[in-house]
């Protein structure tokens, strides 16, 4: 079966430091691996997109790479604040116009 | 620029009525639409998706049901209610090229 998997345990980090996110999948040739941020109460807030013909992507803090033989991605944010503090979901968009999400990482930024 | 709103924001309701979500957008024409559900501390479950009017994929063999009778509105209901149904009841959309989602508020739904 198709499978999308993230760490359940939250990640505690200390202020300052970089925070890496891991997203697994198996079963799946996505065309695009995207990012978001949830906050408790809302909707999910895109992030960044990264196709499968990139290794990587940035934008600001935060930092993705996209390595579809290990069938992974890796999300950092670096120089994290408490702000970062969220649960961060992948999604992967393996055809056209569906999104299957992962259960979400819980990141807490220790000031 | 574009919104979406769904509403209501909270719900609850017993088990085995019906239930009817709305969500709308605003500011763009012909989006692909999405019905997702997610239970407490888990991901997102994608339940329906729609490419146009009347056009409605489902996901999830379930008791729940999607309609899109306008372009920018997409319904989400069901003639009785379970228990499992309880949950965080997410729209969303895309333009047609399937890059980044844009999520509504969310329903908070609770079935007693």
């Known amino acids: 079966s198709q499978k999308i998997e993230q760490n359940s345990e939250a990640l505690n980090i200390q202020e300052g430091k970089t925070a890496t996110l891991t997203c697994n999948y198996t079963?799946?040739?996505?065309?695009?691996l995207q990012w978001y941020r949830q906050d408790p109460g809302r909707g999910p807030v895109f992030l960044l997109l990264?196709?499968?013909?990139?290794k990587e992507k940035r934008k600001e803090r935060l930092k993705v790479t996209f390595d579809t033989t290990l069938k992974q991605s890796l999300f950092h944010i670096t120089a994290s604040q408490p702000a970062d503090s969220a649960t961060y979901l992948c999604?992967?968009?393996?055809?056209?116009?569906?999104?299957?999400f992962g259960s979400g990482t819980k990141l807490n930024v220790k000031p | 620029s574009q919104t979406i709103h769904q509403w209501p924001a909270t719900l609850v309701q017993p088990v085995g009525s019906p239930l009817s979500l709305e969500c709308t957008v605003e500011?763009?024409?012909?989006?692909?639409l999405y019905w997702y559900r997610q239970a407490a501390g888990r991901g997102l479950q994608l339940l329906f998706y729609s490419v146009g009017i009347g056009q409605i994929s489902s996901e999830v063999p379930q008791n729940l049901s999607a309609s899109r009778p306008q372009d920018r509105q997409f319904i989400l209901s069901s003639k009785k209610l379970l228990l499992s149904d309880s949950g965080f009841y997410l729209c969303?959309?895309?333009?047609?090229?399937?890059?980044?989602?844009?999520f509504g508020p969310g329903t908070r739904l609770t079935v007693l």
């Open positions: 079963n799946y040739s996505p065309a695009y």
């Open positions: 969303a959309w895309t333009s047609g090229r399937a890059d980044e989602q844009f």
């Open positions: 999604a992967l968009a393996p055809l056209g116009n569906k999104f299957y």
């Open positions: 500011g763009t024409s012909n989006p692909n």
């Open positions: 990264i196709r499968e013909n990139e």
